[in-house]
Structures are given as structure tokens and as C-alpha cells.
């Protein structure tokens, strides 16, 4: 194999594991299911698992933990519509909802979540959503995000 292809097909490998969604078989089943019980009783039900949602809610949520950690090299991904980062793993829908929440305590990081997403929960537009939670040592508080998602 030339050089000049092995550095193309390194690229290619390093560029499909920056953008390629995580292998995750369920939500993580607290936050998801607070999701799913915010549209209990609506005439949309329950919004579908996406794993692509869910990575760029683990990209959202990885830069705000990177952030709290004195390690970011950029701002965390705070913008409320990240319809950039959505794309860029393959997410051809143009509505994209960030919601966050965080807590020294778990249940007070997803009810931050609940609270911010009211109306956008409320919303049959978002069909399809995915979560992340991470827990942050340095600052103590867990950082919660639901991405949702619509054509």
C-alpha cells in the first residue's frame, strides 16, 4: 500500500470515529424515561430512540463536562438549536432542540432538563430524541442532555 493511500485510509478512520454514532443499545433509562412520561397523555406518545441524537447529546454534554473540567479547548455546545453538530453525524432533520440540565444531584439534573423542555416536549414535531448523562468530579454536578429531533 502507497504512503500516500495509507494516510488517506487513516484519515478516513480518524474522521468515522469523530462523527460516527456510539454503539449505546438503550437510552440511560432515567432521563430517557423522563422524556418519555413529559409526552404521557399527549396525542403524539412517546418520542423514538435515535442513536445519532443521542451522540450529538453526548457531544453537547462532553463539551460542557470538558468545560466544568478546566479542560475545553472551546466553549461547551450551548447553542439550543445544534443543527450543525446534527448534521455533521448525519442527521438530515431541520429541527434540532438541545435542553440541558445539571444538579448535584441526578434527579435535579433531568428535572432542570423537564423544566427547560416544557413546550418543545409538548411538541409532535420531535419525533426522535437522544440522552446523555455525565457526572462531572471537579464541580460535583451532573450534567444532563436531551437532544430532540424532527424532520
Known amino acids: 500500500m502507497s504512503a500516500i493511500r495509507a494516510c488517506a485510509v487513516a484519515a478516513a478512520l480518524a474522521v468515522g470515529a469523530v462523527i460516527a454514532p456510539p454503539a449505546a443499545a ?25 442513536a445519532k441524537a443521542e451522540h450529538v447529546a453526548e457531544i453537547v454534554n462532553r463539551s460542557t463536562f470538558d468545560y466544568l473540567n478546566h479542560t475545553a479547548e472551546n466553549i461547551p455546545a450551548d447553542d439550543p438549536h445544534p443543527t450543525a ?15 440541558q ?3 448535584k444531584v441526578e434527579s435535579d439534573a433531568i428535572k432542570g432538563v423537564v423544566i427547560e423542555g416544557y413546550q418543545a416536549l409538548a411538541d409532535c414535531g420531535y419525533t426522535d430524541f437522544g440522552v446523555s448523562m455525565l457526572y462531572e468530579p471537579v464541580s460535583g454536578y451532573h450534567l444532563a442532555v436531551v437532544v ?4
Open 148 to 151: 430532540l429531533v424532527g424532520p
Open 85 to 99: 453538530i446534527a448534521r455533521d453525524v448525519g442527521i438530515d432533520g431541520t429541527r434540532v432542540m438541545s435542553l
Open 101 to 103: 440540565g445539571a444538579g
Open 26 to 50: 438503550d437510552p440511560y433509562p432515567p432521563l430517557a424515561g423522563a422524556i418519555s412520561s413529559a409526552r404521557d397523555g399527549s396525542s403524539c406518545g412517546a418520542p423514538r430512540y435515535d
